[in-house]
């Protein structure tokens, strides 16, 4: 990561995982269940279990902040590690918002370093596409991780850095 560079969150053993939330299927009555914890190496990881029951379906992660000046980056960066499986990058400009902006991407059992161009993050609530234009605010203010490919699967991502370039 370059001095150009706007860092989001970096996972090491020191970090603070007090700020970050999971939140599942369950608060529409689904059965999904995910955990967050660190792994030994300092590593963020998102884990658990998507379940169909009950109309459920997905699983999230969810870091809010103070707002971030996003003018002049064109991209976020993820450092992580994934399980072979399809997840969704979302970041939303007023944590107050009901609508996210989304980013698909997919896993393939070793590290990757995942760019995501902001001006390409579409608009979506619930699951439904929203004809509001993609991505085009100064400042961001929360960033989630969810998975949700709808079928019954375990899931694991482990999360390194995110940032700004």
Do not use: C
Not at 29 to 57: A, C, H, I, T, W
Not at 141 to 165: H, M, P, S, V, W
């Amino acid at each position: 990561m370059s001095d150009a560079n706007q860092l989001i969150f970096d996972f090491n053993l020191n970090s603070d995982l007090s700020d970050w939330r999971v939140i599942d299927d369950g608060v529409m009555g689904g059965r999904s269940s995910g955990n967050f914890n660190k792994s030994p190496d300092g590593f963020g990881v998102f884990y658990g279990k998507v379940s169909l029951e009950n109309n459920g379906g997905f699983s999230s992660l969810r870091y809010k902040f103070p707002k971030k000046d996003v003018k002049g980056f064109k991209e976020i960066v993820l450092k992580i590690k994934g399980d072979g499986k399809k997840f969704q990058f979302r970041i939303k400009d007023k944590s107050t918002d009901y609508h996210s902006f989304i980013a698909v991407f997919e896993t393939n059992g070793a590290w990757q370093t995942i760019k995501i161009k902001l001006s390409e993050m579409y608009p979506a609530f619930r699951g439904r596409k929203l004809s509001i234009g993609n991505f085009s605010s100064k400042n961001i203010e929360e960033i989630a991780f969810l998975i949700g490919n709808k079928r019954e699967e375990n899931f694991k991502l482990e999360i390194d850095t995110i940032y700004l370039q």
